[in-house]
């Protein structure tokens, strides 16, 4: 087996694991996937002298405060979505993943199934709304 086929193993296989610790359906595997690319592009790997992919090509360390559990309850700013002043501020959502495009997290909004990208989000990583009776 070569090393790409190793890799792409690696990446269905935590996948996997993001999706049934988290307790999510089966809709949201492209989310999972995406999180589990981003995060072994910052694990320290052998082969590049114990230094991440992302610190190769970008010349720094990744930020590792920034990372939070997949699948976990978060409430996000939704300021900026709100039509009407009198709207929601925040709402509980699940972390689904990060923004590829700039530092912030993706939530999905459990009453609406609307994703959201916000900076400002508040975790609690030990609730997970898809886990709950």
Known sequence: ??????????????????????????????????????IINRLPTKILNHCSPFEKAYHQKPNYNFMRVFGCACWSNLRPYNKHKFDYRSKTCIFIGYSLSHQGYKCLDLSTSKIFMSRHVIFDELFFPYKSP
């Not at 996997?16 to 999972?32: I, S």
């Open 1 to 38: 087996m070569g090393a790409v086929e190793r890799r792409h193993r690696q990446i269905v296989e935590m996948d996997l694991a993001l999706l049934v610790y988290a307790n999510l359906p089966k809709p949201y595997w492209e989310d999972a996937f995406l999180t589990a690319v981003y």
